[in-house]
């Protein structure tokens, strides 16, 4: 008899566990490097609580962002589409620098947005952190985050709607100074916190954010994307050092002390850590002199391996293969606009209709089911403003990029300055192949002029190209 109701019982259980959609959150640290965290061989302090996550969750080596800026890597994760598509190719700033550089005030709400369909589906949504993709500076008329799907948001200085404003303080300072006051004109309310305690200011609300969805009883997508780890440094004052990476290194190992609660709250949960995806990454390259991206080539800013190569980790026990926690994943090659397509996936959505997404979906491979890479070419155009011999570099910045399987491509508007690298043994990128390989080169070049020319130009054609 018992196994007659235990028969009867056990479908139904396991179909309400299967069809429970699962919790999303996302971590996206702002300008850290490829090697800065002790899991990714940082030599600088232990991420404990970041490392924690890696050796229960799986690591993944060949994971892109789609620019080597700030406000256009935001849109591709956001968007799943190239970021020049909505012309946004450079960090958003004022309304004339915009104009001048031919990059958009915000992000056109029109544009697909995960949070909106996961909002559509049942979802609730909340954006705690730094958003960047309009509302900065003078630009005060841009639409508020929750245009964009987002039931609730709390950000920084550079985005609109409640924020938190950092109190800068200094071991020579008598207290504390307020920074980016200007951004009170970008809604509100402000409130204003130590610069080295904000993070914890987006866990928190972040935290309170998940337990009223838990309540509530509904699946949450939770974006935590703190100013950590971008200049200026302004660490506990205990903590202060007297060199620029000391001083990152110090911001650094707060930020993970920070994140430390957010973690713990799901993992400590067993209906939460049965059924919540963590993703972890950073949206460019450290900046020159800060961070490290050690042995890669370049930084933020430069379309070379440093710029855009991220660190990634997928943590999710109850959803990701058991047999590959704590592992690394060395050969699956993908990027951002990817990882939102996955997203879906994972949710059991489909993208906006009649929209046509530039990732592609890679469950199977995010969950440790599969080791499948993207199978079209990554491409990648150079900020306007940053062509080169600047940020800590005295050699061009190319101006277009690709990713094909083992082999990345750079070359300039003009055709000047080709270069090809093999990314299977060369990921420093040190030996330039393109006169020893002329047709890959040549096919390349081809399909990073062709993928270019499909998409709104900025002012980076305008920028002179230095060859010397």
Request: charge should be negative; glycine fraction near 8%; proline fraction near 9%.
């Amino acid at each position: 008899m018992f196994l007659v109701v235990l028969a009867v019982l056990m479908p139904r259980v396991l179909s309400a566990a299967e069809t429970t959609p699962p919790n999303i959150v996302l971590v996206f640290i702002d300008d850290m490097g490829w090697s800065d965290l002790s899991c990714f061989g940082g030599e600088g302090p232990t991420t404990e609580n970041i490392d924690q996550l890696a050796a229960e969750g799986i690591r993944f080596n060949h994971f892109y962002v789609n620019s080597p800026i700030c406000s256009p890597s935001r849109v591709a994760i956001t968007t799943g589409q190239y970021p020049q598509r909505w012309q946004i190719t450079s960090y958003l700033d004022n309304r004339q620098s915009n104009d001048n550089r031919k990059v958009a005030q915000w992000l056109d709400p029109k544009a697909p947005i995960l949070a909106r369909e996961l909002h559509q589906a049942g979802y609730a949504t909340g954006h705690f952190g730094k958003w960047h993709m309009g509302g900065q500076r003078d630009v005060d008329d841009a639409p508020p985050i929750t245009d964009y799907g987002f039931d609730q948001s709390l950000t920084n200085f550079e985005g609109m709607g409640p924020k938190l404003l950092p109190l800068a303080m200094t071991p020579e300072w008598p207290e504390p100074r307020k920074i980016w006051e200007g951004a009170v004109r970008l809604g509100g309310p402000p409130v204003w916190k130590l610069r080295s305690q904000i993070t914890g200011g987006f866990v928190q609300t972040a935290i309170s954010f998940i337990d009223e969805s838990q309540r509530r009883g509904v699946p949450f997508y939770v974006n935590v994307w703190p100013d950590d780890v971008h200049s200026p440094f302004f660490p506990p004052v205990e903590d202060w050092a007297d060199t620029k990476p000391g001083l990152y290194q110090a911001v650094l190992d707060n930020m993970d002390r920070q994140l430390g609660p957010l973690f713990e709250r799901i993992r400590s949960d067993e209906q939460l850590r049965n059924n919540t995806l963590i993703v972890f990454c950073s949206d460019n390259g450290p900046e020159f002199g800060a961070g490290t991206c050690k042995p890669l080539r370049g930084a933020k800013t430069w379309l070379y391996e440093g710029g855009v190569r991220s660190p990634l980790i997928v943590w999710g026990p109850g959803l990701i293969n058991t047999d590959r926690v704590g592992q690394i994943n060395k050969q699956s090659m993908f990027s951002a606009i990817d990882l939102n397509r996955s997203l879906y996936q994972i949710a059991g959505i489909n993208p906006p209709a009649d929209t046509q997404l530039d990732g592609e979906p890679l469950a199977d491979t995010l969950l440790g089911k599969s080791n499948q890479s993207r199978q079209a070419p990554i491409f990648w155009r150079r900020p306007p403003d940053r062509p080169g011999f600047s940020q800590g570099f005295q050699e061009d910045n190319p101006d277009l990029s690709v990713r094909s399987g083992k082999w990345k491509f750079y070359v300039n508007y003009d055709g000047s300055l080709p270069q090809l690298y093999n990314m299977d043994n060369d990921e420093s990128e040190t030996t330039d192949l393109a006169s020893g390989y002329p047709d890959v080169a040549q096919s390349l070049q081809k399909a990073a002029m062709d993928w270019n020319a499909t998409l709104p130009q900025d002012a980076g054609a305008d920028q002179p190209t230095r060859t010397e």
